[in-house]
């Protein structure tokens, strides 16, 4: 019998998981080409957005791996 919550658990780890590497990508994608952005400033903004994102879902991951 599967273990339903150890699968639960682990499909939120694996969600947030995801995200934090969306949000890497963007990261990435701004580093190696601010021009799409335009001003040095937006890419700048930009760029600290993506760094919330992905520590909120790092949170996440944190939470459930400490406490779950």
Known sequence: MKNL???????????????????RMNVEIYLTNPVGVGEHSEVMDEI???LDE??????HVDILKSYF
């Open 5 to 23: 919550r150890l699968e639960m658990i682990n499909a939120a780890v694996k969600h947030a998981e995801a995200h934090i590497e969306k949000h």
């Open 48 to 50: 600290e957005k993506q």
């Open 54 to 59: 992905m520590a909120r879902y790092q949170d």
